[in-house]
């Protein structure tokens, strides 16, 4: 927007400059106007919106087939500018396959074996194996896991499947593998009410009621911080409650997620039969603690690489997630987060409570030193942002609830899970992951980054071709000569090279060492002073190279329009030149792949096609005043072709020079 509002103010400018100075020179009113709308045909870059929509609009197909889908067409160039990822960790930055392997009930520690969603492992204790019915506070912890819960344990025809949340079909395998199957328990403890998960809470209630029993209760389960300070009471090994010791819980469930175990809370409290509802308040204490069940949801490998190379491109990545601090910082540790051996004054990661205790302006200093946000809140992620943007950073920020909307709408980049996050998230968000995977979104940033530079690479090929024609009109209406090129022969230049010639740019793969450089800086024009000086000086070279084969063809005593006509290819010849030079700004063409874009020798086939019939066919010498031209002239064309392209490789090899010293 800012690119069209300054070509704008140049071109009428120039326009009223041209028009003014011709008519100074006493030229005829006629020829000037025509002189001057050949001025602003010429300079204006008619195919440049086309470009970008066409540039965008290839980024949002090649993410589409690595997963990642894109809901609003700029998220895609916003990409390519990211300088900080706040990532979910469950099922983002790990596998979301949790199994169960550490249960502490009834003062008790117990190991459980096994892997994945199969309901096949057995229990141990002090690494003996044991039979889980032999110890009632571990029935009743596995119980607790069965009956609040919300999701399903699947049999396939291969293997188990699982339907809701991993960390809730996590506890229904335990239990299986304890022989509490969910449709069993479910029909002994039919359910009566329910409290939902909700991040600002932090836990699960539901209430059931079991035939016989002189009493209904409610089953909990949710983080150790939530339910801990609510219970008073706990179960001993015989399933007997007594008051709590919360200080020996804590530390356990500190070991625990040290070992990055996530680390689930389980409780129970009882209440009158004719109780039928159950609400925040009446949950609120009086809880008898059950028991944790911890487990395991190990980091994704290609996270864990995709993690080093955004570190390597200088994207800071932040852990943000509901889970444990010890869970958070042990997770965060493997994926290359979080590296205690540094020596920083700084904490090695920040909770909930310790955001809520900084201000804003303590937050915005906090921020860029810490990489892992634990047990955070949906209101606390939009804190974050705001935190990142007020630092200058461009930020993209993963959410999968509902709560999550305004941290997605905030962000620069909204990032919605496409497995497990909510239609109201979705909509939020600029961008949906398929797979749910880190990884899918460092290739969305890496096409991000290849897509801006397609468009920088159009935009400075445009730009010299246009002020090039332009200049060519600006230098002839100077200096009182005859125009080299007509306003109908500009049209047919910028229709055929911006179709057939500029838009084969943004086919371009991506350059070699994309993500080993830094962002490009959020605040930054699209145009640098060494970009406009490279786009100067080709549309000079441009204008140089096509003033001289045309008045080389009028000195050869060859007629205007055969001189125009060789004026036309000179310059359609020199934008040829420009996209092969420009198809890289670094590297030349045999470091990129002579036919790395095939697009490319197609488009200039074509364009060299209809430029013979423009040459040569009578009935288009009739329509543009063209005329055939000489071999001759043919080799002034190629000449001028070859000694410009030759000139760009020398600019850019020694722009690479200037950079390496």
């Known amino acids: 927007g800012q690119l069209s509002q300054l070509l704008l103010k140049v071109i009428c400018v120039l326009a009223v400059i041209n028009f003014g100075v011709g008519l100074l020179h006493g030229s005829d ?262 028991g944790l069940q911890a487990m395991i949801d190990p980091p994704r490998v290609e996270a864990i690489e995709a993690v080093q190379v955004c570190q390597a491109a200088d994207i800071d990545v932040k852990m943000i997630t509901g889970d444990h601090m010890g869970t958070a910082i042990a997770i965060g540790q493997q994926i290359g987060l979080v590296n205690p051996t540094t020596g920083t004054d700084q904490p090695l990661a920040v909770n909930s409570r310790d955001l809520e205790n900084l201000s804003q302006a303590e937050l915005v200093e906090t921020v860029d030193q810490v990489s892992v946000f634990a047990r955070v809140t949906p209101k606390q992620k939009l804190r974050l942002v705001e935190a990142l943007q007020h630092r200058g950073h461009i930020a993209a920020m993963t959410g999968d609830g509902s709560n999550d909307a305004p941290a997605l709408q905030q962000a620069d980049v909204g990032v919605a899970m496409g497995i497990t996050g909510t239609e109201v998230a979705k909509e939020a968000a600029d961008m949906v992951l398929t797979d749910d995977n880190f990884a899918t979104l460092k290739a969305a940033v890496e096409e991000g980054r290849s897509v801006f530079d397609n468009i920088a690479k159009a935009v400075i090929w445009t730009l010299p071709t246009n002020f090039g024609e332009g200049l060519i009109i600006l230098v002839a209406t100077l200096l009182g000569l005859a125009l080299p090129i007509t306003p109908l022969q500009i049209l047919w230049i910028n229709t055929v090279t911006a179709v057939l010639l500029g838009s084969t740019l943004v086919m371009e793969p991506k350059e070699p060492g994309l993500m080993q450089r830094s962002p490009r800086p959020p605040r930054s024009p699209l145009l640098r002073k060494a970009t406009i000086r490279r786009i100067f000086v080709a549309a000079v070279l441009l204008a140089i190279f096509t003033f001289t084969t045309f008045n080389i063809a009028l000195g050869q005593g060859q007629p205007l329009p055969t001189a125009q006509t060789v004026a036309v290819n000179t310059l359609v010849g020199g934008e040829i030149a420009m996209l092969l030079g420009f198809r890289s700004l670094k590297y030349s063409l045999l470091e990129i792949g002579l036919f790395s874009n095939p697009w490319v020798w197609g488009g200039i086939g074509s364009a060299i096609a209809l430029q013979l019939l423009l040459t040569y066919a009578p009935w288009m010498n009739f329509i543009f005043q063209t005329a055939p031209i000489s071999p001759t002239a043919w080799s002034l064309v190629l000449a001028s072709m070859a000694a410009f392209y030759g000139l760009i490789e020398v600019d850019k090899q020694l722009q690479r020079h200037a950079a390496r010293r």
């Open 29 to 290: 009113l006629n020829h000037m106007f025509e002189a001057t709308i050949s001025l602003m045909v010429g300079m204006i870059p008619e195919g440049l919106p086309a470009i970008v929509t066409i540039a965008l609009a290839i980024g949002v197909s090649r993410m589409a087939r690595q997963h990642a889908i894109i809901r609003k067409l700029p998220a895609v160039e916003t990409l390519g500018s990211v300088t900080v990822i706040c990532s979910d960790k469950t099922g983002t930055l790990t596998q979301n396959e949790m199994t169960v392997q550490a249960i502490l009930a009834g003062g008790d520690r117990f190991q459980v074996s096994g892997g994945g969603y199969a309901p096949e492992g057995k229990f141990y204790e002090a690494d003996q194996p044991i039979h889980p019915d032999a110890y009632p506070a571990l029935m009743e912890c596995l119980r607790a896991g069965t009956l609040c819960n919300d999701s399903r344990l699947v049999a396939g025809e291969a293997s188990w499947r699982a339907e809701g949340d991993p960390t809730e079909v996590a506890l229904l395998t335990s239990a299986a593998k304890a022989g509490l199957t969910a449709s069993r328990v479910a029909a002994e403890y039919p359910r009566l009410s329910e409290i939902p998960f909700e991040s600002d809470y932090q836990y699960m209630a539901t209430l059931h009621r079991r035939e016989g029993a002189p009493c209904t209760v409610a089953y909990l389960k949710g983080s150790v911080e939530q339910l801990l300070p609510r219970c008073q009471y706990c179960v001993d090994d015989k399933g007997q409650s007594q008051p709590i010791t919360r200080a020996a819980v804590e530390l356990i469930a500190h070991e625990l997620a040290a070992q990055g175990l996530r680390v689930l809370a389980l409780a129970r409290l009882d209440l009158p039969a004719d109780t039928v509802t159950i609400d925040h308040d009446i949950v609120a204490k009086g809880l008898t603690f059950l």
